[in-house]
Nanobody
Framework: QVQLVESGGGLVQPGGSLRLSCAAS????????MSWFRQAPGKGLEWVSRIYGDGSTRYADSVKGLFTVSRDNAKNTLFLQMDSLKPDNTAVYYC??????????????????WGQGTQVTVSS
C-alpha cells in the first residue's frame, strides 16, 4: 500500500527557511522519481521540483537557486529545502510519485500517488 506523508510546514517570516519532509512507504522508493507540487490560495496545482532515483534534479524557474530537493533512499524520505521564502511561496505543498511515459525522444510526466499536503505560510 503506497503511502506519502508530508511534514515540516508552518508559518515563517519573509526571508526565512523551511525544510519539508515526505515519508514514503509501500514501494521501492529508490526506483522512482519523486516530485513536489504546490497549490497557492485560489490557484491551480504548480509543479515545483523533481528528483530522479539517481539523484539528478529539476526545478521550476521560479524556485531555481532558492529551493533544493534531495532524498535519503536509506530512510525512504524526500526533502525540500526552501530558502529566501517570499509571501508568494505560500501554498499547500504536496509530495508525489512520478510516472514517466516515453514517446520517441520525449518523456511525459504524470503523478500516480499524492500525499495529503503540508501548509506553508510566509507572512510577517
Amino acid at each position: 500500500q503506497v503511502q506519502l506523508v508530508e511534514s515540516g510546514g508552518g508559518l515563517v517570516q519573509p526571508g526565512g527557511s523551511l525544510r519539508l519532509s515526505c515519508a514514503a512507504s509501500g514501494f521501492p522508493f529508490s526506483n522512482y522519481s519523486m516530485s513536489w507540487f504546490r497549490q497557492a490560495p485560489g490557484k491551480g496545482l504548480e509543479w515545483v521540483s523533481r528528483i530522479y532515483g539517481d539523484g539528478s534534479t529539476r526545478y521550476a524557474d521560479s524556485v531555481k537557486g532558492l529551493f533544493t530537493v534531495s532524498r535519503d533512499n536509506a530512510k525512504n524520505t524526500l526533502f525540500l529545502q526552501m530558502d529566501s521564502l517570499k509571501p508568494d511561496n505560500t501554498a499547500v505543498y504536496y509530495c508525489t510519485r512520478d510516472r514517466g511515459v516515453t514517446q520517441d525522444v520525449s518523456t511525459y510526466w504524470t503523478n500516480d500517488y499524492w500525499g495529503q499536503g503540508t501548509q506553508v505560510t510566509v507572512s510577517s
